[in-house]
């Protein structure tokens, strides 16, 4: 047996991949190396990715810059803790941090994953609340269609059809849904699209730690874009019942929306903002839990203090390779980048309307969505894809595709056409 028979067997019998079933395993594309926008398959095609390898290779793979970042730190040091020591890339990628966000966010905790990153802003809001004085505020609110990550607090706030509560029903904390914002990016705004949410806000808030959600783009929950006016609504209502507001921007974060953070859409600030997937430019896990000073004080109070530090906190490799993503996205033309996107995913993208298997295409950002009548058989289009040279990975009904913000118009258009191909067949 060749080596890479011996690997997609091993892989087989041994690795658990995501949401994925390891008796009857599918079979997976085995990459060898990426470059671009390009992943390079062991048989040796190439497939133009239109995935960001989940929202995080803003830049594309194997950058020069980025790759420059990883040797240079990785010859100083690879990592070091955190606990009663500090340095540089940490420093300075809080502080870049801190300028990019809206003015009231001052502080930094740095997460290893998207998931961890949402704990910790819970932990904040309970330990906030706690802090003033009203441990009863120790519930959540948030919206239907929504996903904040696979850890146990996390999942709590995914929608809970779609997400994992089914699974998990007895160890899960109940936590309040108000609709999904019914108010689609460009509609008209109605009072009657919050009124739901208003409801359980003002039947809640005395117990409400906080309200989660993902600002304007609801991703993996169903890759829904909502009005920025629903955005200043709960803003307006958390301020009014002095409920904290956590924004989830670990997958809108950086530019994808076409915004820098997709707060920016709404012109509101919230207390607590979570980022990662795209911090690193995609080169390794990091995320960051950012807090104003409001909060940090709360939970300071009497000598409190954060309950959280993960032994690879602040790792100097990522926040290395952090610092210079964000330097290469700021020095480099991403609004002009990501608006060329958007308009070539809805003119690309708009075939598919005609379809009588498709129900919605939409656009934003560097986002495009084709929503099937029906849940897509995965395995079956995965593959069609993949002959076809393209890297798409559907859920459910949702064909969609984030790709870097460095693909050609060329690459783009193969791309779209490769989508509409797939959508007419199924
Ligand atoms: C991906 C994602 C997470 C979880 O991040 P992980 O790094 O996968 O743990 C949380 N919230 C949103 C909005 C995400 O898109």
Same mark, same amino acid.
């Given at each position: 047996? /060749? ?15 995501? $949401? ?6 599918? #079979? ?10 390009? #992943? +390079? ?5 190439? &497939? ?18 980025? %790759? ?42 740095? =997460? ?28 959540? #609110? ?11 607090? =996390? ?25 999904? *914002?019914?108010?689609?990016? /460009? ?5 009657? +699209?919050?009124?739901?949410?208003? @409801? ?6 005395? @117990? ?17 874009? $909502? ?14 019942? /002095? ?20 707060? %920016? ?17 995609? +080169? ?6 950012? =807090?104003? %000073? ?20 602040? %790792? *100097? ?70 002959? @076809? ?15 870097? +913000? ?5 690459? &783009? ?14």
């Amino acid at each position: 047996m /060749d080596r890479r028979h011996w690997l997609a067997q091993q892989d087989r019998d041994h690795v658990w991949h995501p $949401y994925a079933s390891i008796a009857h395993p599918p #079979l997976a594309t085995m990459i060898v190396s990426a470059d671009g926008v390009r #992943l +390079y398959t062991a048989e040796g095609q190439a &497939l133009i990715d239109g995935m960001s390898s989940w929202w995080a290779a803003i830049h594309g793979y194997n950058h020069p810059v980025l %790759n420059n970042a990883a040797h240079d730190q990785i010859d100083r040091m690879s990592h070091v803790m955190f606990g009663g020591i500090t340095h540089e890339p940490a420093v300075a990628l809080a502080s870049m941090l801190v300028d990019l966000t809206p003015e009231p966010l001052q502080k930094v905790f740095f =997460a290893d994953s998207g998931s961890v990153s949402v704990e910790v802003a819970i932990k904040m809001a309970v330990q906030y609340w706690h802090g003033m004085g009203c441990p009863e505020k120790n519930r959540f #609110l948030t919206v239907r269609s929504g996903y904040h990550g696979d850890t146990f607090g =996390a999942m709590a706030l995914c929608d809970p059809v779609t997400g994992m509560h089914e699974h998990f029903t007895s160890v899960l904390q109940q936590h309040y849904f108000a609709e999904s *914002p019914g108010c689609r990016f /460009d509609e008209p705004w109605d009072d009657a +699209y919050i009124q739901d949410f208003k @409801q359980l806000m003002e039947a809640r808030h005395q @117990q409400l730690a906080a309200v989660v959600l993902e600002p304007i783009v609801q991703g993996a929950g169903g890759m829904r874009f $909502y009005s920025p006016e629903y955005l200043r609504q709960v803003k307006m209502l958390c301020d009014a019942h /002095d409920v904290l507001l956590v924004a989830d921007e670990i997958a809108t974060g950086f530019g994808r929306t076409g915004e820098l953070f997709a707060c %920016n859409y709404a012109g509101i600030s919230p207390d607590i903002m979570c980022l990662g997937k795209a911090l690193t430019g995609g +080169y390794m896990t990091l995320a960051a839990t950012l =807090a104003t %000073n409001r909060v940090s004080r709360g939970i300071s109070k009497n000598g409190g203090v954060l309950m959280h530090g993960p032994t690879f906190m602040a %790792n *100097p490799l990522a926040c290395a390779v952090a610092a210079a993503s964000i330097r290469l996205l700021l020095d480099g033309p991403w609004r002009e980048n990501v608006h060329r996107i958007e308009q070539r995913l809805l003119s690309g993208l708009a075939p598919c309307r005609g379809f009588s298997g498709v129900a919605d295409v939409r656009a934003l950002g560097a986002i495009g969505v084709v929503e099937m009548k029906t849940p897509v058989d995965l395995a079956a289009v995965q593959k069609q894809f993949v002959n @076809q040279g393209v890297w798409i990975r559907p859920f459910g009904k949702l064909i969609y595709t984030m790709p870097p +913000y460095i693909i050609s118009d060329n690459d &783009l258009d193969l791309l779209t056409r490769t989508i509409v191909r797939v959508a007419q067949s199924l």
